[in-house]
Structure formats: C-alpha cells, structure tokens
C-alpha cells in the first residue's frame, strides 16, 4: 500500500557565486572584450554534440518529488525576459539518490544564469509566472542516454516545495 508522501519546506536563498559552488557556477554579465577567465561557465560538453536551445515550460508551480542529474556534461540554463526563477540542487554524489539533508534551494534572478557542474542533482526550474522561457546547453542526447533521475516520495516518503526568503 502506498502511503500519501509528506510535503516537507525549503526556503530558497538569493544564488551568488559563493553559496552555490558546490552545484556549478553563477554567471553574469561582463564587459565585451573581456578575456576568458574562471568567472565564465567551465563547460565539459565534449561527450556528443552541444545542444542549445530554448525551452518553454508552463505552470511549473513551486513543488516537487524527483531529482535529476546528468554524469557526462555541464548544462547551462537561464531565464529570458529577466525573469527570476527557482532552483533545487545537492552536490554530486556516488550513491543512487542525494542525502535529503544536502537538498537546497535558490532564487535566481533573471539576470545571470547557472551552470551545473557534472552530478549535480537538480529540480527546477520552478516559478509562479503562467510561462516562462529557458536558454538550455546541454548535449543533444543528454535527456536519453545521461538523465538519471530519484523519486524522492519513493526514496524518503516526501515531496518538497520551495518557499522564497522575503
């Protein structure tokens, strides 16, 4: 018999280039002409043929109960329209699923956009707007052959939803 899962809070902190490391890497704008540095998005999109497209997602609301993470590339994603948005992420990890303890959340302006480094459990994007638009790099093959994802009501007996820090 299948139990109803437990919907369990998680507040969502402003992303800077500090508190989301450990996931990948904040991006911003910069001046034309700036020579490439490690501020920039470290890609590793070597394994198959680069993809980038935009995806348009509708009534994503604020909850959630599986992860996802891809092994064999970084991916890129951001809003457009400047639209701000909602990210869950753990660090990468050699087991099946992410420690619960490690899941967090983060607000993300439409200003900048992340990259996931390789393993990074995610789940998002989220937000409360009827659509929103994504740029997406991934690699073309990234949603068949590199996307394992954890049912986390299956694993832990819960859904999450994100609350955003005032």
Same mark, same amino acid.
Not at 56 to 62: A, F, I, Q, T
């Given at each position: 018999?299948?139990?109803?899962?437990?919907?369990? /809070?998680?507040?969502?902190?402003?992303?800077?280039?500090?508190?989301?490391?450990p996931? #990948?890497?904040?991006?911003?704008?910069?001046?034309? #002409? *700036?020579?490439?540095?490690?501020?920039?998005?470290?890609?590793?999109? @070597?394994?198959?043929?680069?993809?980038?497209?935009?995806m348009?997602?509708? @009534?994503?609301?604020?909850q959630f /109960?599986?992860? &996802?993470r891809?092994?064999?590339c970084?991916?890129?994603? #951001?809003s457009?329209?400047? *639209? =701000? !948005?909602?990210?869950?992420?753990?660090p990468?990890?050699p &087991?099946?699923?992410?420690?619960?303890? =490690?899941?967090?959340?983060?607000?993300?302006?439409?200003?900048? $956009?992340v *990259?996931?480094s390789?393993?990074? !459990?995610h789940? #998002?994007?989220? $937000? &409360?707007?009827?659509?929103? =638009?994504?740029?997406?790099?991934?690699?073309? =093959? +990234?949603?068949?052959?590199?996307?394992?994802?954890?049912?986390?009501?299956?694993?832990?007996g819960?859904?999450?939803?994100?609350? +955003?820090?005032?």
């Open positions: 018999m299948n139990s109803v899962p437990t919907l369990h /809070s998680i507040s969502a902190n402003p992303v800077n280039s500090e508190n989301f490391e996931y #990948g890497q904040v991006i911003v704008a910069s001046e034309d #002409g *700036k020579p490439f540095n490690s501020e920039e998005a470290q890609l590793q999109l @070597d394994q198959g043929t680069p993809r980038f497209y935009i348009r997602l509708r @009534d994503r609301g604020l /109960s599986r992860m &996802t891809h092994q064999h970084t991916q890129c994603l #951001g457009l329209e400047g *639209k =701000d !948005w909602l990210l869950a992420v753990a990468p990890s &087991t099946a699923q992410p420690r619960l303890e =490690d899941i967090v959340a983060f607000h993300i302006p439409g200003t900048c $956009f *990259k996931l390789l393993g990074t !459990w789940a #998002g994007p989220y $937000f &409360t707007h009827a659509k929103v =638009d994504f740029y997406n790099l991934e690699l073309a =093959d +990234t949603n068949i052959i590199d996307h394992e994802t954890c049912n986390l009501s299956e694993v832990y819960l859904s999450l939803t994100i609350t +955003t820090v005032a």
